[in-house]
């Protein structure tokens, strides 16, 4: 069974996705520890109620991101995962800690990649006038919300939107992406060649909500 540790930085609803599919089957994988950098983070005490095992690495506690990745990732390591999912996890990583979890560390991005990579993604998708919008799971690289493309998921802009209801409209999408996501992960369905991820079972379908 494939172990997954989860990181969060906050609310943690996408992990409690997670923890969801894994208890009504969907999801075959062990959710083996969700680890933060913040000890406030919300996400924490749904993972503990849920008899998953819990850790704090502090980011203010390191003098430089070297030190914060080289403890974080002794952290993961001693839960020996074969996928590490970034969920709301808000820490730019060092290429040092990517390369070391190569292949094997996926993210969840509040847009259609490549559009609006980093922070404020539903202000700027109303902004610049987008009549689609969504989210992205993908591989991590070392360029921030880049990476091989697992699964999109979009949703329309509609009239009199504002950031929080477009947030809320992606946000219950990324709920059912990332499960299924990590799934086809857990299932051995993802091949990247090339930069380019394909889904090798024949009924995936990438979601979008009319
Ligand atoms: C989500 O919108 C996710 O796409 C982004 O951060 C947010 C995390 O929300 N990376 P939550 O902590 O999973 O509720």
């Given amino acids: 069974m494939l172990r997954i540790v989860v990181l969060i930085s906050g609310r943690g609803s996408n992990m409690e996705a997670l923890i969801r599919a894994r208890a009504s089957g969907d999801l075959p994988a062990d959710i083996v520890a969700v680890i933060s950098n913040r000890a406030d983070a919300a996400g924490l005490a749904t993972a503990a109620s849920n008899g998953i095992a819990t850790a704090v690495v502090p980011h203010r506690a390191f003098p430089d991101r070297d030190a914060f990745d080289a ?3 002794r952290t993961i ?9 970034l969920a709301g996890f808000m820490r730019i990583l060092t290429p040092a800690f990517v390369s070391r979890y190569a292949g094997r560390l996926m993210n969840i991005h509040p847009s259609l990649l490549p559009a ?10 109303l902004e610049a006038g ?5 989210a992205t799971v993908h591989f991590v690289t070392a360029e921030l919300d880049h990476g091989p493309i697992v699964a999109q998921a979009a949703v329309p802009v509609l009239h ?14 990324e709920h059912v992406m990332y499960p299924q ?17 394909r889904v090798t079972d024949p009924a995936a379908r990438q979601l979008v909500m009319a």
Avoid: I, M, Q
């Avoid at 609006?116 to 998708?125: I, M, N, Q, V, Y």
């Avoid at 009199?160 to 999408?173: K, N, S, W």
């Avoid at 996501?181 to 991820?197: H, I, K, P």
């Fill in 181 to 197: 996501a990590v799934a086809w992960f857990a299932r051995n369905e993802l091949v990247t060649e090339n930069g380019v991820v």
């Fill in 160 to 173: 009199g939107d504002d950031a929080d209801a477009l947030a809320r409209r992606v946000l219950a999408l």
């Fill in 130 to 134: 987008c009549k689609v919008h969504g």
């Fill in 71 to 73: 403890e974080l990732a």
């Fill in 77 to 85: 390591d001693a839960f020996n995962p074969g996928l590490v999912v």
């Fill in 116 to 125: 609006f990579p980093g922070l404020d993604t539903h202000e700027r998708a």
